[in-house]
């Protein structure tokens, strides 16, 4: 196997923990939730099962060059999985206004007045936050928003790295068409 295929496999197991992940905490943020989710939160999980099953595809068309079908196929789906993530990613930034869950630090540093003013205000936010309330934990579902965010960044980068390389390998390839000079035909000096 050339460094080119085993860097792109490794991309591909590096988008499948990801979505993984995201999957597994949107779910859980799903389940525990009193009175229905935000719609961010269903595009999150949406976000994670598309990548899941193109995954199959793409780790299928990375492996055989057979099981890809057209040479633009992959590259394709590799750039409406990077727009997915970079959309999920921006859109639940904006929604969770990257703030602290608060309460862990709480019990171990009660005593200064300054901090526990700040660990009211991070209460505040976690109740009062559309993605973050609605559950019986609110600072469990916090963490857990954070950290599907932070995924949905991770996930972003892997597929914008397999999209140039899925990009680079359909310029070698044979079934696209290549752009500038003609192959065939007369040349300038036959004229």
Same mark, same amino acid.
């Given at each position: 196997? #050339?460094?080119?295929?085993?860097? &792109?496999?490794?991309?591909?197991?590096?988008?499948?923990?990801?979505?993984?992940?995201?999957?597994?905490?949107?779910? /859980?943020?799903?389940?525990?939730?009193?009175?229905? &989710?935000?719609?961010?939160?269903?595009?999150?999980?949406?976000?994670?099962?598309?990548?899941?099953?193109?995954?199959?595809?793409?780790?299928?068309?990375?492996?055989? #060059?057979?099981?890809?079908?057209?040479?633009?196929?992959?590259?394709?789906?590799?750039?409406? &999985?990077?727009?997915?993530?970079?959309?999920?990613?921006?859109?639940?930034?904006?929604?969770?206004?990257?703030?602290?869950?608060?309460?862990?630090?709480?019990?171990?540093? &009660?005593?200064?007045?300054?901090?526990?003013?700040?660990?009211?205000?991070?209460?505040?936010?976690?109740? /009062? /936050?559309?993605?973050?309330?609605?559950?019986?934990?609110?600072?469990?579902?916090?963490? #857990?928003?954070?950290?599907?965010?932070?995924?949905?960044?991770?996930?972003?980068?892997?597929?914008?790295?397999?999209?140039?390389?899925?990009?680079?390998?359909?310029?070698?390839?044979?079934?696209?068409?290549?752009?500038?000079?003609?192959?065939?035909?007369?040349?300038?000096?036959?004229?």
């Amino acid at each position: 196997m #050339e460094f080119g295929r085993i860097s &792109n496999l490794a991309l591909r197991g590096l988008q499948f923990l990801w979505a993984l992940l995201i999957i597994a905490l949107v779910g /859980n943020m799903i389940h525990d939730a009193i009175g229905g &989710n935000p719609s961010i939160v269903n595009y999150s999980i949406f976000v994670g099962v598309f990548a899941m099953l193109s995954l199959i595809y793409l780790i299928a068309g990375s492996i055989s #060059e057979g099981l890809s079908g057209h040479p633009l196929g992959m590259v394709i789906v590799d750039a409406i &999985n990077t727009l997915l993530f970079f959309c999920g990613a921006v859109a639940l930034s904006a929604q969770l206004r990257v703030h602290s869950c608060g309460r862990s630090v709480r019990f171990a540093l &009660n005593h200064f007045l300054i901090i526990d003013s700040m660990l009211k205000l991070s209460q505040s936010y976690v109740d /009062n /936050n559309s993605i973050t309330r609605g559950s019986h934990n609110n600072t469990k579902r916090c963490h #857990e928003a954070q950290a599907v965010c932070a995924f949905l960044w991770f996930g972003f980068a892997a597929f914008a790295a397999s999209l140039v390389f899925s990009g680079l390998a359909t310029r070698g390839s044979t079934g696209v068409r290549g752009g500038g000079l003609r192959k065939g035909g007369p040349s300038m000096s036959h004229v």
